[in-house]
């Protein structure tokens, strides 16, 4: 089952449940990038939120952070969250609950279910336990690098159990709303399986890929652009932790990397027949190419729409002080919205190309705009 929610702003995140029943308090134990983040972003809706970290540095880089305060020991809380790794969370659960200190508990592990298996191992009382994951991180790891918006227009998944308790499931959604996410219901397997896909084979194979460059020349490694810095951005997240995820994950991911291996040999074989000769196999790449492109169309992007309802138009400007802030102002002003933005410098040039990323209804008017203000757009 699942839930779509309109999607959710700062301005409209809320600490109600959907039956008026406020959430006005919440334990994280974790300070990590997430359970900071969360933190950061409950207190910003009013939340009173306490923390619990067996590192002290890290709690206490998280408080000062704003995030929250240190638990007291005669509080209680409406929600208690275990931001964990996986292989801690069925412990962590189990410890919280028969503190007798929290109404509801969920955790943030992006595994479901080897840590509800082991949360069920330990004996924790599911009715009042609902698994949650918020869809959203980044490369760097630790409460330095948590935002309060991180988790804003982001799914966060929902995975009760039959057991689950209608107003504990509540609790997480209202959990999800005032952080700024979008609610989604799914079983602990159908989420593993799709984060498989999406999010631990990504990790995985730009990993892989990263470790290409170990052996490789400087200035092979000096020759990498965007695409390189693209692919393999989150190869740098925190080692500890991915072998964690994706061993909590490894049935799932084995049959996605199997999967992306089977098309991987498929262009091994066509480039080798290619080298040899084979133009016939020049149909088999391009295919495989088309389909990479048809995927790439399907990702989501912004409010849900995915890369095939964006375009990206191509603007020279000159690397001097305050050209993007012209570009942007331009834009503004002719009422165009711009959806994503990046700039790619000319090596040895004193120009850089900006490319700008529109509704696709909106490139004629970003074009005429640019050009009659003097910009060079290639279209």
């Avoid at 305060?69 to 996986?86: H, K, M, N, Q, Y």
């Avoid at 849900?304 to 050209?323: L, N, S």
Wanted: hydrophobic share 45%; with cysteine; charged share 20%.
């Amino acid at each position: 089952m699942t839930s779509s929610p309109s999607e959710p702003t700062p301005a409209t995140r809320t600490p109600d449940t959907p039956d008026g029943q406020p959430l006005r308090s919440a334990l994280v134990v974790g300070s990590g990038l997430i359970g900071t983040s969360i933190g950061l972003a409950l207190r910003e809706v009013g939340v009173e939120v306490a923390l619990e970290d067996n590192a002290p540095g890290r709690l206490a880089l998280a408080i000062e952070l704003g995030a929250g305060r240190p638990r007291l020991s005669t509080e209680t809380f409406d929600i208690g969250v275990i931001a964990v790794p996986p292989a801690r969370i069925g412990a962590e659960l189990f410890r919280v609950q028969q503190l007798g200190i929290c109404r509801t508990l969920s955790d943030v592990g992006s595994a479901k279910a080897q840590p509800q298996a082991d949360a069920e191992s330990y004996g924790v009382n599911f009715s009042r336990y609902v698994g949650g994951h918020p869809v959203a991180g980044r490369e760097r790891s630790g409460p330095a690098a948590a935002h309060s918006d991180l988790f804003v227009g982001r799914p966060w998944v929902l995975t009760p159990t039959q057991a689950a308790a209608t107003d504990a499931v509540e609790d997480v959604r209202a959990l999800a709303l005032a952080c700024g996410a979008v609610p989604i219901e799914m079983s602990a397997d159908d989420h593993d399986a799709a984060l498989a896909t999406v999010s631990h084979l990504p990790h995985a194979v730009a990993a892989l890929l990263a470790a290409q460059l170990v052996g490789a020349s400087e200035l092979t490694v000096a020759l990498g652009g965007t695409g390189l810095h693209d692919t393999t951005r989150v190869a740098a997240g925190e080692s500890r932790l991915w072998t964690e995820i994706l061993a909590a994950n490894s049935g799932h991911l084995a049959a996605a990397l199997r999967a992306f291996a089977d098309d991987a040999t498929r262009m091994v074989n066509a480039l080798e027949a290619i080298d040899a000769g084979d133009q016939a196999a020049l149909a088999t790449l391009t295919g495989l190419l088309e389909s990479g492109i048809a995927g790439r169309a399907r990702v989501p992007l912004k409010r849900g729409e995915t890369a095939a309802h964006f375009a990206t138009v191509p603007i020279v400007v000159r690397d001097a002080p305050g050209e993007l802030a012209s570009l942007l102002r331009a834009l503004g002003d002719a009422g165009i919205n711009v959806e994503d933005v990046r700039v790619e410098h000319e090596p040895g040039r004193p120009v850089g190309v900006v490319e700008i990323d529109v509704h696709e209804e909106a490139v004629a008017a970003l074009v005429s705009c640019m050009r009659e203000s003097g910009w060079q757009v290639y279209t």
